[in-house]
């Protein structure tokens, strides 16, 4: 019996149509899109104005926060403007627009492909450097490295796990850098159990990736305490809380980072980030990004730069097809769809799927016909058909004491609802809506 | 890129099921014992199956259309499969002016009066059932006996059902073992060769249908399995106790609509609570008051008031049981 | 059979009676003694309990005034003047005529001014579309037309035009009270003066963005060109963050800034058509009329 975690769960069809095509590198942009909040928390503050010339790697922005992250410039050239942009979350925000000339590298940027293997840093200088590269999670929630790497005071880290499972269907971004950057990513995963000061690290990967779980066991048997832990098929087990259930059978009470129950989640992106900030000193200017689609000519896998228009990337996986009815930055169960083709890759744009007409419109909504199939799949063991209810009757109070809060916003709800209700949408506004109240009552 | 591209909140895909796929799928599994009713009634129970369904369909679509005055939307399947139910529950030789009126209640009070699908806290074709059962309890306890296939719709010979003897015999102070001589056997009654409601007769057809439903994922096991777990324990208890007075479990959850009632009725997913700790509570007390109006009512079945009551119980038990949140198992070996 | 009914009715009736006695004990332990005022003043306000006092329901509101010092603050945006008039004479306080307001739609973005770039597939209800994308059309400020607003209007004063996609407030109806202003995820509808005569000037935008941009989303943007700041000769008019706002109390409804604004962005309302000389006598009737009736 593989392990996974118990309450809930679905599994939608996998689709992951890009699973053997290699990385490629994607061509450099003509005008690089580089947003100020990239991350969870604080956006950062600009340090370059129009007409500054940039190098790869020179920081553009700086963290402005606890929760914060340095953003580097991922191109070469002038600085066009600083000014309000539409991106991938739907809004404008302000993002740094550069007009690229040359690749022009700073020069303590190790660009060679060899791999260092030696961890000379000490733990500390690893969260430091860490913080300056401005690593996010790249699995999606983009929150600080940094922040996840100091516990805070009275909690101790004991074990390290790894997120490889990429639950998410169609993405494809993780199982291709398991496969080609494995013994860098490894490398990572020690250094950040330095960091951590932990001496165990489980790298959790879902069974439909038998490659990618024999590659990296073969890689673990050189290197003490990593280990990787195969994981039976199940959405939402990206979920930080389903992870550690699944890997080490420990449940994140309510409320609380997994730093209770001694664990810390990284994602296995982040891992090979850690590993180029600390070993080749270059900064998160580039990501894995999956784009795909049924109806894509080419689904492919690229390593993109930072800023890059999403719609180059399309056009270089064949172009958008003809009847494109969606297009979502992220899985098709917590993606976001975009609203237009020219928003920029980010550090947590993990794929660009493309939906077709028929695909990209939601069913007609029917009466709830309380089946209870919703409060069967979620796995932090809600009842969302009551969440959505409260919502909808602005009861916030009922859906505070629900614990409409713990919803991890995973989606399994709404995609098993044979009524097709937005029971999601209207969870969410239930969260936010109780978030406002909480934080006005903390005041 | 001249046409415009839908945004909408995650998530972008959906799973398998709809409703009309479940409605539909519970009347899949539900043939096996329509079959089995055809074959030891005759064509009675096809003329009442028909009339059942048509009726529900016709009534519900009036009421959509003229009184509650929506876009009528009868294919979602919920109103055949209350007209199936319906038929099941009532005796193959039923008047066809009584289902009528029994469809007529099911879809109008039992169903529309609330608002419709999702919103009735009481099962439909049970609400129509009890109705007939309390206005016409002559020509609803006139149980065709199962003759055959060729038996006439109006031809039908009558007598009382394995219940209703074993009622009248205690009633009259005989004992059990005693009444047991002219009752079907246990094989008889796992087949379904006896008298009563249509659709209750067949054990065995019941649970090859419990076996679609389950392997379509469009129920738990919990329901029915704690249902007729209740009734064999409960009757198991009684039977013990004075054997010679109450009857013996295996008869108890073969005859009657305790299958029936177990597999397609209390599983009604409107009617039925959300979370599976619930769903015991619900099948538990079902079990309970079945057997106590067996063995110590007026009537000689009480499935469907047992039923009944609970449905009226699911909001608060929706409200008190919830399932257990993510979090509350401490840290493991803790 | 007669000795019975005789007992039935003896038995009864000193049932009753106990149970009456205990009541009235009860009452009287129990009893709270509240002021009379506090009723005389809910049966004089008009019941709506639409909240829009700020306290909860006309009975709420009418503890308030009957406990305050000072109700010059206190004002039921319901009632008519003449209504709270009444109240504060009651209750012995100096009446302080409210100056009456109209909620007003700041977005004239139809479909016509602003073309749609996505189409919105999610669950219809402004807040959660609002939580999630800017709209669903250029402009990221705009009305996005779920009709929030309308299901929050408890006297029928709202409704959703189909063919623009914009919520119309009922000038007659509306009574200001506000709940549309809080159920706005937007903040595109303001409670303004209703102005001698009903005439009212706002600028029915609240894009915020550059002008290009603006103007680019929708035909009828404030571009923020400060034209209508220059114009307007009792400086009522600012101009912050591209979007220029009228101050009502200022504007004394010159029109100066209407003929001025490059967008038709500066909306007038109920004015007599601009270019005749004399307005025609049965406008300035009916104006006169719905004047008296909100008067």
């Not at chain 1, 069967?376 to 629900?402: H, N």
């Not at chain 3, 219809?124 to 209007?153: F, K, N, P, R």
């Amino acid at each position: 019996m593989l392990k996974t975690f118990k309450k809930g769960g679905v599994h939608p069809a996998e689709n992951k149509l890009s699973a053997n095509s290699a990385i490629t590198m994607a061509e450099l942009p003509k005008i690089a899109t580089i947003p100020l909040g990239q991350h969870i928390g604080a956006p950062a503050t600009p340090l370059v104005k129009k007409g500054d010339v940039v190098k790869v790697g020179q920081i553009v922005a700086q963290s402005s926060g606890f929760v914060s992250a340095n953003i580097h410039s991922s191109v070469s050239g002038t600085v066009a403007k600083v000014e309000d942009t539409l991106d991938s979350t739907g809004f404008k925000r302000p993002a740094i627009i550069i007009n690229v000339e040359g690749d022009d590298w700073l020069e303590e940027i190790d660009q060679s492909k060899d791999i260092k293997k030696e961890i000379s840093l000490s733990a500390e200088d690893i969260k430091k450097s860490v913080q300056n590269a401005g690593i996010v999670g790249l699995g999606g929630a983009t929150f600080p490295t940094h922040i996840k790497l100091s516990p805070p005071p009275g909690k101790t880290a004991e074990v390290l796990i790894l997120n490889g499972v990429e639950c998410e269907p169609y993405l494809t971004a993780d199982h291709r850098l398991m496969l080609e950057k494995g013994e860098e990513m490894v490398i990572g995963t020690k250094i950040l159990m330095k960091a951590l000061g932990v001496n165990k690290a489980f790298i959790g990967i879902e069974n439909n990736k038998p490659d990618a779980i024999k590659h990296l066991s073969d890689i673990c048997k050189n290197y003490e305490g990593v280990e990787v832990t195969p994981l039976k098929v199940k959405y939402p087990q990206g979920g930080e809380k389903q992870l550690i259930k699944a890997v080490i059978n420990r449940e994140v009470p309510s409320g609380t980072l997994p730093i209770e129950v001694g664990a810390v989640v990284h994602n296995v992106g982040t891992a090979f980030a850690v590993y180029e900030a600390v070993q080749k000193n270059k900064p998160l200017i580039e990501r894995v990004v999956t784009i795909t689609g049924k109806s894509v000519k080419t689904p492919s896998n690229f390593m993109v730069r930072i800023g890059t228009p999403t719609i180059q990337l399309i056009e270089a996986a064949g172009g958008v097809p003809d009847d494109t009815g969606k297009m979502v930055s992220g899985g098709p169960m917590m993606g976001k769809a975009i609203s237009s083709v020219d928003v920029p890759i980010t550090k947590g744009s993990s794929g660009v799927l493309i939906f077709n007409n028929t695909e990209a419109r939601r069913r007609e909504v029917e009466p709830c016909i309380r089946c209870g199939k919703c409060v069967s799949v979620c796995p932090m063991g809600l009842e969302p058909y009551i969440l959505m209810t409260f919502a909808e009757k602005q009861m916030w109070e009922e859906t505070e004491t629900e614990s409409a809060m713990d919803c991890i916003e995973c989606g399994s709800c709404m995609f098993t609802c044979p009524a097709d209700r937005p029971l999601l949408d209207y969870i969410r506004l239930g969260k936010t809506t109780v978030g406002k109240i909480i934080r006005s009552r903390n005041q | 890129m001249n046409r415009l591209i839908n945004i909408s909140p995650s998530p972008h895909v959906a799973g398998e099921y709809s409703v009309k796929k479940i409605m539909y799928g519970v009347v899949l599994a539900l043939l096996p014992a329509l079959a089995a009713s055809v074959y030891f009634f005759g064509t009675g129970a096809i003329i009442v199956t028909l009339v059942s369904i048509a009726s529900c369909v016709a009534f519900e679509y009036l009421i959509q259309k003229f009184i509650i005055k929506t876009t009528p939307k009868i294919s979602d399947g919920s109103a055949i499969l209350t007209g199936l139910l319906l038929a099941f529950n009532v005796p193959s030789n039923l008047p066809i002016w009584i289902i009528i009126i029994g469809a007529l209640i099911s879809i109008g009070v039992g169903k529309m009066s609330f608002g419709g699908l999702g919103q009735n806290p009481f099962n439909p074709a049970l609400v129509g059932r009890v109705f007939l059962l309390i206005s016409f309890p002559v020509q609803m306890t006139s149980w065709p006996k199962p003759l055959g296939f060729l038996t006439g719709y109006t031809d039908a010979v009558t007598g009382p059902t394995a219940l209703g003897k074993l009622k009248e015999g205690i009633m009259n102070g005989e004992t059990v073992s005693n009444i047991m001589q002219d009752i079907p056997s246990h094989m008889e009654a796992f087949y379904g060769h006896m008298g009563g409601s249509m659709g209750e007769i067949s054990a065995l057809a019941l649970i090859l249908g419990f076996a679609f439903m389950l392997y379509r994922k469009i129920i738990t096991w919990h329901i029915p399995v704690i249902l007729v777990g209740t009734v064999f324990a409960f009757t198991g208890i009684l039977h013990f106790a004075n054997p010679e007075q109450f009857a013996h479990p295996v008869f108890h959850i073969l005859t009657g609509g305790v299958m029936l009632g177990a597999i397609f009725m209390a599983t009604d997913m409107v009617t039925s609570p959300m979370n599976p700790k619930g769903m015991i509570i619900f099948a538990v007390g079902i079990g309970v008051i079945t057997v106590l109006i067996r063995s110590f009512g007026a009537y000689p079945e009480g499935i469907s008031f047992a039923i009944l009551i609970m449905n009226a119980f699911v909001p608060i038990i929706n409200k008190y049981v919830k399932p257990s949140r993510f979090g509350e198992e401490v840290k493991n070996g803790q | 059979m007669s000795i019975t009914i005789v007992y039935t009715i003896v038995s009864l009736g000193a049932l009753g009676l106990l149970a009456a006695i205990i009541l009235y004990f009860v009452a009287q332990k129990f009893k709270v003694i509240e002021d009379p005022r506090i009723d005389e003043t809910e049966g004089m306000l008009p019941g709506a309990n639409c909240g829009g006092c700020g306290f909860p329901g006309c009975r709420g509101f009418a503890e308030a005034l009957v406990k305050a010092d000072n109700i010059s603050k206190l004002n039921c945006p319901v009632s008519d003047a003449a209504g709270m008039v009444a109240i504060a004479n009651y209750l012995g306080h100096e009446a302080v005529k409210a100056t009456p307001k109209v909620a007003v739609v700041r977005c004239n973005g139809t479909c016509e001014n602003r073309q749609k770039t996505n189409n919105y597939d999610g669950a219809t209800l402004c807040t959660i579309e609002s939580a999630l994308y800017a709209g669903d059309t250029g402009c990221s400020y705009g009305c996005l037309g779920h009709g929030e607003c309308v299901d929050a209007c408890a006297f029928d004063a709202m409704y959703m035009d189909a063919d623009t996609g914009l919520p119309v407030i009922i000038e007659d109806k509306c009574v200001a009270c506000g709940a549309c202003v809080a159920a706005c995820p937007k903040d595109i509808i303001e409670l303004r003066n209703a102005g001698p005569k009903s005439r009212r000037i706002f600028v029915s935008c609240i894009n915020e963005d550059k002008g290009g941009v603006a103007r680019k989303a929708c035909k009828v943007a404030c571009i923020g060109c400060g034209k209508c700041v220059k114009v307007c000769p009792f400086e009522a008019i600012t101009l912050v963050n591209n979007l220029a706002y009228i101050d009502y109390n200022k504007c004394k409804l010159c029109r100066k800034c209407v003929l001025e604004c490059p967008t038709a962005a500066i909306h007038e309302l109920n004015f007599p058509p601009k270019k005749a000389p004399a307005p025609k006598p049965e406008v300035v009737a009916e104006n006169k009329g719905t004047d008296e009736k909100k008067a």
